[in-house]
């Protein structure tokens, strides 16, 4: 699999649900592209072990990265750990830096059922980082994160230049002609340039462009060549490009 991709494991009855609105996965989506990493699939999932185990399994197979969002606290229904360590086999067990960790952080106000947040799979690593003391726990190429969307971001800020490559490259044209008269015009550049993502968004209602193109590589003169033939092709068409 190529090093630059990667997955979103969103887990939780309260996403599906609609209890609570996911905003993890949109942080997420902007950072990865930020890195240069192309992430190629968002699932949301319930909290079942199975499902858990088995979604974990699968994108750690096809992705280099796996973020797994939600199911890491101390009531009945956090499973993540769990699922993760049935993914690879492995068993869960306390770590006991986690647990010293927790017992400073709450001190008195620590509760038994706290403690859960300590039980790892016995093959995870600790991803350290100067800037937080909670390390992130990964097993393989699966990060666990916590759903709490400010401890989420937090955590992942800590270790997100572990994740960086080369960047992708973007311009983006905008016609004033609609995508059925420029249709044609996107199937030339596609197939001359099958290195660059060629998308059409329309917009309706606008005055001055009707849809917006995109061409994006991690080839900056890829991207240049194939804007500039689009640009030809379309013509007076092209109200503005932006690079």
Request: with cysteine; aromatic share 6%; proline share 5%.
């Amino acid at each position: 699999m190529a090093d630059d991709t990667a997955a979103i494991l969103i887990i939780g009855d309260e996403i599906l649900s609609g209890k609570v609105a996911d905003e993890n996965a949109r942080f997420l989506i902007g950072e990865l592209r930020a890195l240069g990493v192309a992430l190629r699939r968002v699932l949301v999932i319930p909290d079942v072990l199975d499902e858990i185990a088995a979604a974990v399994r699968e994108l750690s197979e096809r992705y280099a990265h796996v973020f797994t969002s939600g199911g890491v606290g101390p009531t009945h229904d956090d499973l993540t750990m769990e699922g993760v360590a049935r993914a690879f086999g492995a068993r869960v067990q306390r770590h006991p830096e986690l647990e010293r960790l927790l017992r400073v952080h709450y001190g008195e106000r620590l509760a038994e059922r706290d403690l859960r947040m300590a039980d790892v799979p016995d093959c995870a690593e600790l991803v350290r980082a100067a800037q937080t003391q909670w390390p992130v726990i990964a097993v393989r190429n699966v990060y666990v994160l916590p759903g709490v969307p400010e401890i989420f971001r937090r955590k992942f800020t800590a270790i997100r230049d572990r994740f960086r490559r080369d960047p992708f490259h973007l311009a983006c044209v905008y016609s004033r002609d609609e995508e059925g008269r420029i249709a044609g015009h996107l199937d030339r550049v596609a197939a001359a340039y099958p290195d660059v993502a060629v998308g059409s968004y329309p917009r309706f209602g606008g005055d001055d462009w009707r849809v917006k193109i995109t061409l994006e590589s991690k080839e900056r003169a890829r991207v240049e060549r194939a804007t500039a033939e689009l640009v030809a092709l379309l013509g007076p068409a092209v109200h503005r490009v932006e690079n």
